[in-house]
């Protein structure tokens, strides 16, 4: 026969894995999404080009063709005017491919799962900007 031995089994309750505060939680929330959306960007070959590429080559094909018009008017470099344009079109044109990509993740049902997770509500929104910043 085999004989059994009765032991009582106790259980501790483990250390909580995620922090407690909810600004702790906003931030390590925000922090994991960020990381998420950064990796996904740099593997998007034509989100790097738009990004990176496209407003470096819009300088120069604008210092090339206006870049002595512009001197000629303001006795400045031409570089002066045309920085804060290109800022401005990247900004532009970052904030359209947001919305792009955020009501594609919306048709994929990506935000509706991230409704259900237990994470910070304004993440979400403050991983955009910080990806985007």
Not at 7 to 32: D, G, K, M, N, Y
Not at 38 to 44: E, M, T
Request: proline share 5%.
């Amino acid at each position: 026969m085999i004989a059994m031995t009765l032991q009582e089994v106790t259980f501790t309750a483990a250390p909580p894995q995620h922090p407690s505060s909810p600004v702790r939680l906003l931030i390590s929330h925000t922090w994991l999404q960020t990381k998420r959306l950064l990796s996904r960007w740099a593997r998007d070959f034509l989100t790097v080009i738009a990004a990176l590429v496209l407003p470096i080559l819009f300088m120069l094909v604008l210092d090339i063709v206006l870049g002595n018009l512009i001197y000629a008017v303001t006795h400045d470099g031409a570089l002066y005017s045309i920085v804060p344009l290109i800022a401005l079109g990247a900004a532009i044109t970052g904030s359209t491919y947001v919305a792009i990509d955020l009501m594609r993740e919306r048709s994929s049902g990506l935000l509706a799962r991230l409704w259900v997770l237990p994470v910070h509500r304004a993440s979400g929104v403050l991983s955009r900007i910080l990806a985007n910043a």
